[in-house]
């Protein structure tokens, strides 16, 4: 029985890492073995039935990607991107919400890349963690989103205000209104700093907590009860930079901007 492409690409591990191997540019029998710690006699095998199937060709000493190969190993990716950001850590993903995201957001959900699952130190579990506070202050772009509040946030996103060259914060009515009624002062200064922007989220579905910077981002899903377990997702790769941008961008796209406290009228 003929095999079939998926059978070529997806039945051998063998093969599906050649061919991502092949991805990154061609490759002699020596790079391969040493690449993928194989050997010569059993890589020979696989090498041979991809050039059957048309999806690498040999090239001199080399052997690369066919135009079909290609095509196949780009389409490939963002599914092994996304297998291997959930078995990384299963129960995370399977116990936040994460169907709150815009739906071309959600299936590029892969794009957060290496990322960092911070969970609380039983310590301190209701201390901003210090891998977010460090990130942020030494970042000078910033874009946030607070869903939640915390009694710290009005006078550390004061002092970002201070230190950052940019600073565009959007507030969920709720946390809007409890820095009104509690930090007034923190809230005028954010209004009134020339770097800074302040909006009020106006949309239906609460958003994720989320902080992106130049060279960081930062968020934080809530649990499918709707609550806050002080389980946070960092990453410091281009793709997920890009990726919290643009769903910074989304939310930006429901909040109304604020230039004194008493501008608007916040319905809760």
């Given at each position: 029985m003929?095999?079939?492409?998926?059978d070529?690409?997806w039945l051998s591990?063998?093969?599906t890492?050649?061919?991502l191997?092949?991805m990154?540019g061609p490759?002699?029998?020596?790079?391969i073995?040493m690449?993928?710690n194989?050997?010569?006699?059993?890589?020979?095998?696989?090498?041979?039935?991809?050039?059957?199937?048309h999806?690498?060709?040999e090239d001199?000493?080399?052997?690369k990607?066919?135009?079909?190969g290609?095509?196949?190993?780009?389409?490939m990716?963002?599914?092994i991107n996304?297998?291997?950001?959930?078995s990384?850590?299963r129960?995370?993903w399977?116990e936040?919400?994460?169907?709150i995201?815009?739906p071309?957001?959600?299936k590029?959900l892969?794009?957060?890349?290496?990322y960092?699952?911070?969970?609380?130190?039983l310590?301190?579990t209701?201390?901003?963690?210090?891998?977010?506070?460090e990130n942020?202050?030494?970042?000078?772009?910033?874009?946030s989103?607070?869903?939640?509040?915390?009694?710290?946030?009005?006078k550390?996103y004061?002092?970002?205000?201070?230190?950052?060259n940019s600073?565009?914060?959007?507030?969920?009515e709720?946390?809007?209104?409890?820095?009104?009624?509690?930090c007034?002062k923190?809230l005028?200064?954010?209004?009134s700093?020339?770097?800074?922007?302040v909006?009020v989220?106006?949309?239906k579905?609460?958003?994720?907590?989320?902080d992106?910077?130049?060279?960081?981002?930062y968020?934080?899903f809530?649990n499918?009860?709707?609550?806050y377990?002080?389980?946070d997702?960092?990453?410091?790769?281009?793709?997920?930079l890009?990726?919290?941008?643009?769903?910074?961008?989304?939310?930006?796209?429901?909040?109304?901007?604020?230039k004194?406290?008493d501008?608007?009228?916040v319905?809760l």
């Amino acid at each position: 029985m003929k095999s079939s492409l998926t059978d070529n690409v997806w039945l051998s591990e063998k093969r599906t890492n050649l061919l991502l191997l092949l991805m990154e540019g061609p490759r002699d029998i020596e790079q391969i073995k040493m690449s993928l710690n194989v050997t010569s006699r059993g890589m020979m095998p696989q090498i041979k039935k991809l050039k059957e199937k048309h999806l690498i060709i040999e090239d001199g000493d080399y052997y690369k990607l066919s135009n079909i190969g290609e095509l196949i190993v780009k389409n490939m990716l963002p599914l092994i991107n996304t297998l291997s950001m959930i078995s990384d850590n299963r129960n995370y993903w399977e116990e936040h919400d994460i169907t709150i995201l815009p739906p071309h957001l959600f299936k590029r959900l892969h794009e957060l890349g290496n990322y960092l699952l911070l969970e609380p130190d039983l310590h301190h579990t209701f201390e901003i963690p210090k891998e977010f506070t460090e990130n942020l202050l030494k970042s000078k772009e910033i874009k946030s989103i607070i869903s939640f509040y915390r009694p710290e946030y009005p006078k550390f996103y004061s002092e970002l205000a201070e230190k950052a060259n940019s600073l565009t914060l959007i507030l969920s009515e709720a946390a809007f209104k409890r820095m009104k009624n509690n930090c007034m002062k923190e809230l005028e200064y954010l209004l009134s700093a020339k770097n800074s922007r302040v909006l009020v989220y106006k949309g239906k579905a609460r958003p994720p907590a989320i902080d992106v910077s130049e060279w960081f981002m930062y968020i934080s899903f809530f649990n499918k009860n709707g609550s806050y377990d002080h389980n946070d997702i960092m990453s410091f790769d281009e793709s997920a930079l890009q990726w919290g941008s643009e769903l910074f961008d989304h939310y930006c796209e429901q909040s109304v901007e604020i230039k004194d406290v008493d501008q608007v009228e916040v319905e809760l």
